[in-house]
C-alpha cells in the first residue's frame, strides 16, 4: 500500500524547504523563532527515540539523558578547558554513544516496564551526579557561561537566521539518517523483532546486538542536539533531566505517531508552539483556577491518554491511512470508469 510521502515525497519535500528557507524572512517575531529553534531541537530528540521505542519496540527514557549529557558535555568542555564548542558539540554526541551503550546493555535483558523504570532510573542517576559535582556542573543552579557559537567574528546569537538555519540542517540530516536506517535491512530486522521475536530469533536475527545497536545509533543525534542546545541557550540546566520535559517529548512521539520517524519532527515543533503559548496564557489559570505550568502538563497529559484511546495511530498514521484509502479509490477507478 502506497503511503502519502511515497506519492508525493518529491513537491512535498521542495514545497517544505521553500517555506523552511522562507520562515525567518517574513516573521520577525524572535520569540516564534526562538520557539521554532526549541521545536526542531526537541524533535530530533523524539523522532530518534521513536527509533527505539517506535520500530525496536522498546519503552524506555533514555534519550532524555542522551540529551543532558550532549548538553553538559560540550558545556563542560568549554566553560572549563576552554575548547572550541564545534569540538565540544561532537564529543557530546561521543559521550551520549558510550551512554546508549552502558544503559543498553542491562536494559536489552529486561522487558516491558523494566526496561522503562531502568532507563529512568539511569537517567536520574546522571542528574544526581551532575548535581553532586557542583563546582564543575553547576550543581542545581546548572552551567552558567556556556559561550555562544561563533565563526570568526560571526556571532550566531546576534542573527535570527543562524541558529534556525543550523538547527534546521541538523533536523534534516537526523530525519534522513533515521529513514535510511528503518528502510535498511537493520530497521527491518528490528521490526521483525519487535512483531515476530521468538520466529525472528529463531531465523539468525541477533536480538542483543541489534537493540543494542539501536540504542547507539539513536543516541548520536540527541547528544549532538544537547550540544547545540546549551550554547544557544548559553546555558546546561539540570531541569533537562526533568519529567516535564520527558512527558513533552513522550507526547510528540505518541502523538505524533510511533515508527513513524517524521510524525514525531512535525509534531515536535507544534507541540512546542502550543505547550509554550498555553504557558504564557494569561487566560489559561484564569478558567482553570491553576498556575499555568500544571494546565499545560494537564493538556498534554489529556493529549497523550486521547490519542493512545481513539487515534493510536498517531497523527501521521492518520495522514497515511487516508492518503492510502484515496490513493486506493482513485485507482479503482480508473480500473474501472463504470
Same mark, same amino acid.
Request: charged residues 15%; glycine residues 6%; without cysteine.
Given at each position: 500500500m502506497m503511503h502519502f510521502l511515497d506519492a508525493y515525497k518529491k513537491p512535498l519535500a521542495l514545497v517544505g524547504i521553500i517555506i523552511f528557507l522562507a520562515i525567518p524572512l517574513v516573521v520577525e517575531n524572535k520569540l516564534l523563532i526562538h520557539l521554532a529553534i526549541l521545536g526542531m531541537?526537541? $524533535?530530533?530528540?523524539?523522532?530518534?527515540?521513536?527509533?527505539?521505542?517506535?520500530?525496536?519496540?522498546?519503552?524506555?527514557?533514555?534519550?532524555? $539523558? @542522551?540529551?543532558g549529557i550532549g548538553a553538559y558535555t560540550s558545556g563542560i568542555l568549554t566553560v572549563k578547558l576552554g575548547i572550541s564548542p564545534w569540538l565540544g558539540i561532537p564529543c557530546g554526541a561521543v559521550t551520549a554513544a558510550l551512554a546508549s551503550i552502558i544503559v543498553s546493555i542491562p536494559a536489552i535483558r529486561l522487558r516491558g516496564i523494566y526496561v522503562a523504570l531502568l532507563t529512568f532510573a539511569c537517567s536520574q542517576l546522571v542528574l544526581l551526579l551532575l548535581l553532586s559535582q557542583p563546582l564543575i556542573t553547576g550543581g542545581q543552579q546548572g552551567l552558567t557561561g556556556v559561550p555562544q557559537l561563533q565563526i570568526g567574528d560571526f556571532l550566531f546569537r546576534e542573527s535570527k537566521y543562524a541558529h534556525f538555519?543550523?538547527?534546521?540542517?541538523l533536523l534534516l540530516c537526523s530525519t534522513v539518517f533515521?529513514?535510511?536506517?528503518?528502510?535498511? %535491512?537493520?530497521?527491518l530486522s528490528l521490526i521483525?523483532?519487535? %512483531?515476530?521475536? *521468538?520466529?525472528?530469533?529463531?531465523?539468525?536475527?541477533?536480538?542483543?546486538?541489534?537493540?543494542?545497536?539501536?540504542f547507539l545509533f539513536s543516541s548520536i543525534f540527541p547528544g549532538l542536539a544537547g550540544g547545540v542546545y546549551a550554547h544557544f541557550l548559553i546555558v546546561a540546566s539540570p531541569d533537562i533531566f526533568g519529567f516535564s520535559l520527558a512527558t513533552l517529548l513522550l507526547s510528540m512521539v505518541l502523538v505524533g505517531g510511533v515508527?513513524?520517524?517524521y510524525g514525531p519532527v512535525v509534531i515536535g515543533v507544534v507541540m512546542t508552539y502550543v505547550s509554550e503559548l498555553m504557558a504564557s496564557s494569561a487566560w489559561m489559570s484564569d478558567v482553570f483556577g491553576v498556575s499555568r505550568?500544571?494546565?499545560? @502538563?494537564?493538556?498534554?497529559?489529556?493529549?497523550i491518554v486521547l490519542t493512545m484511546r481513539f487515534f493510536p495511530q498517531g497523527v501521521w498514521g492518520l495522514?497515511?491511512? @487516508?492518503?492510502?484509502?484515496?490513493?486506493?479509490?482513485?485507482?479503482?477507478?480508473? *480500473? %474501472?470508469? $463504470?
Open positions: 531541537l526537541y $524533535a530530533i530528540v523524539a523522532s530518534n527515540w521513536d527509533l527505539t521505542l517506535g520500530y525496536a519496540g522498546v519503552f524506555n527514557f533514555a534519550h532524555l $539523558a @542522551f540529551f538555519y543550523l538547527v534546521g540542517l533515521l529513514r535510511r536506517l528503518v528502510s535498511s %535491512d537493520f530497521g521483525a523483532l519487535r %512483531d515476530f521475536e *521468538e520466529y525472528a530469533v529463531a531465523r539468525g536475527i541477533p536480538l542483543a546486538r541489534q537493540r543494542l545497536l539501536a515508527a513513524t520517524i505550568g500544571p494546565v499545560r @502538563f494537564m493538556f498534554v497529559a489529556v493529549l495522514v497515511n491511512q @487516508f492518503s492510502a484509502r484515496s490513493l486506493q479509490a482513485k485507482n479503482t477507478t480508473v *480500473e %474501472d470508469p $463504470a
